[in-house]
């Protein structure tokens, strides 16, 4: 596909007539719902300038997703990642703030996977990463798994085929932990928030990268880290204890209680996505219900063995 600026697709001709020549561009990636979270959000390609050998990628977010996505925060947030090396610069923000063009990552790059990322050096590596975003400015926007879990339930619930009989429960015990994290009182600081591990790259030397920013905003660090435990190692407490513990210094009954309950909220927070858009997507070869449904039986599992009182009572 030749990009240039009579091309009909606005997308196109905005980024030829940024880059002032012709393009080549790849087809979309191919995104998959489950069992790898890839590609979903956005529709993405890479990008070759005529006659030169960098590469750029473009990213445009689909419409039919429940949340619009903040275009212009998450190019702000990518942004500012960048400038710690820690993820590809974004250069041309599309009108609207539709999507972005961001720098190629470069070859020999590839997502991670579930168990690259368990072993010690590597999730050092990532954490450090994650860690270098707190020290940054405050991000544009605030994240709250919390509201994010309100707002899908309200346009899930009256939509979905196959909308879970404890549902209720669960979004009551999800209430009640968003106060009792409200009256214990917070910190806020700039975070990537995404656990997904396909949005990490790793190189064959180990070297790390993070990649898609639309899940950052000021969060609390321990939500942080809860996504990332919740991804390599769920329903472990164990082996989430020993993380936060090094992490920490010390496993404080309040962390240990937070890093559960952010799990939790984490897993509802993607079951009911899955549903909704199950429910709503015409993109129908993408498994929107199994990821949910794989994300609502994790949930079911850690509410299940939970004290759950005495997890709002230490939060």
């Known amino acids: 596909m030749m990009i240039a600026c009579s091309d009909s697709s606005a997308d196109y001709s905005e980024v030829a007539a940024w880059l002032g020549k012709p393009s080549v561009a790849s087809p979309p990636f191919a995104a998959t719902a489950s069992p790898l979270h890839h590609a979903v959000d956005a529709e993405t390609r ?36 960048s400038s710690l ?22 070859d020999g790059w590839m997502p991670a996977r579930l168990h690259q990322l368990s072993t010690e050096d590597s999730l050092d590596r990532l954490l450090c990463a994650k ?17 994010d879990i309100r707002d899908l339930a309200v346009k899930a619930r009256p939509i979905a085929a196959h909308w879970p009989q404890e549902a209720e429960q669960m979004l009551v015990f999800a209430s009640q932990l968003e106060q009792a994290v409200a009256a214990s009182g917070i910190d ?37 880290l809860a996504v990332v435990l919740n991804e390599l190692f769920p329903l472990d407490e164990t082996r989430q204890l020993q993380v936060l513990e090094a992490v920490e210094g010390q496993v404080s009954r309040s962390s240990r209680a937070r890093i559960a309950a952010y799990a939790f ?21 993408l498994e929107f219900l199994k990821y949910g449904q794989w994300r609502w039986l994790r949930c079911q599992m850690a509410a299940a063995g939970m004290n759950q009182q005495e997890l709002v009572r230490h939060v």
């Open 46 to 81: 890479v990008l070759r300038p005529a006659d030169e050998e960098q590469r750029f990628v473009l990213k445009v977010w689909h419409d039919d997703l429940p949340q619009r996505t903040d275009g212009h925060a998450v190019f702000a947030m990518t942004q500012a990642a």
């Open 131 to 147: 860690r270098a975003l707190h020290t940054l400015a405050p991000f544009p926007i605030d994240r709250n798994v919390f509201a």
């Open 85 to 106: 090396g820690i993820t590809p610069a974004p250069r041309l923000l599309l009108s609207g703030g539709r999507g972005f063009v961001m720098d190629h990552i470069g």
């Open 265 to 285: 909220a984490d897993d509802l927070k993607w079951a009911l996505w899955g549903l909704f858009m199950d429910a709503s997507s015409p993109r129908r070869h």
């Open 188 to 224: 806020h600081v700039p975070g990537h928030a995404d656990g997904v591990s396909s949005n990490v790259m790793l190189r064959q030397d180990g070297a790390l990268q993070l990649i898609d920013f639309d899940e950052a905003g000021n969060v609390d660090p321990l939500f942080d």
